[in-house]
């Protein structure tokens, strides 16, 4: 684990091949291209962590992959693991979860029924990869209402400045870059 997901209060593990089949988008991008599907997903989890605060882990399978030692990347701050030879994403959660223990709120979303099993009998709760989705679109669909809603205040703010106070700050702004 990175230090700075020692200091959250809650984890989310992401299995992410299995998330990458269970979500359509992804799963018609990794039958073009399975690099850019992986980094779709991880984009979206990046955007996930900043929003709700979560640390995210999301796992690949490398486990058929001959001579893998395993890796672990940070990724725009959310921590990618490759799991090496003989490893399967379940067992490196499971393993983690174990290390972790009960002392912290700790999320798997996967729509493995056995890893669901195991993760619920270890002290974690599951998500389905579909209600992951889920919770997703609802978390996008409140920001863009939030962001819209600042919009609105701020257009009702600049629409009471004079012409020149306008000019002003749009300068000002400028320079700020």
Do not use: P
């Amino acid at each position: 684990m990175s230090n700075n997901g020692s200091k959250s209060k809650e984890y989310l593990f992401v299995d992410g091949y299995n998330i990458i089949n269970s979500w359509e988008k992804l799963r018609s991008l990794s039958e073009i291209d399975l690099e850019v599907a992986r980094n779709e997903l991880i984009d979206i989890m990046v955007e996930y962590q900043y929003y709700t605060k979560i640390k995210v882990i999301v796992v690949f399978d490398a486990h058929m992959v001959k001579g893998s030692s395993g890796r672990k990347e940070i990724i725009k701050d959310i921590e990618v693991v490759y799991t090496k030879e003989d490893e399967t994403a379940d067992q490196y959660i499971e393993k983690t979860l174990d290390d972790i223990g009960r002392v912290k709120k700790v999320r798997v979303a996967t729509s493995d029924w056995m890893e669901q099993q195991v993760v619920l009998g270890r002290g974690g709760t599951r998500i389905s990869a579909r209600e992951l989705e889920v919770e997703i679109e609802n978390q996008k669909k409140l920001i863009n209402k939030k962001n819209k809603r600042k919009n609105q205040i701020n257009d009702l703010i600049i629409g009471r400045l004079d012409e020149k106070i306008i000019k002003k700050l749009e300068n000002w702004g400028k320079e700020q870059e």
